[in-house]
């Protein structure tokens, strides 16, 4: 997937990651009490998502039911990288620094990445 998504279709695809395939109506209904959003809004969104290849569709009877054609483990990782790249050039140290500088590390998180990196040594 090339095209980078936007908040709203995010949240769309949250939807569909979470349980698929599904409806328009069902997305709507999922999302749009959080959001307000209406039918031919969740609509609008998937036809997008649709031009940039991240769900993909097929008919049942009168209807498409949608479901995620990129998985989430991937698009997480693409706009990690892209977020690493673009603010912190391409290195995670600066990233944990940045962090940890403005007291945003609990210490659960330091005890999670040491753990993570206990387990990367080995």
Known sequence: MAERISDAEHAVMEVLWDESPLTAQEVAERVGPDRGWSVNTVKTLLGRLLAKSAVAHEEDGRRYLYRPAVQRGDYVSGESRRLID????GKLTPLVAHLAERD????QDIAEI???LKALKQ
């Open 86 to 89: 673009r603010l912190f050039g």
């Open 104 to 107: 945003q590390l609990s210490a």
């Open 114 to 116: 040491e753990a993570l």
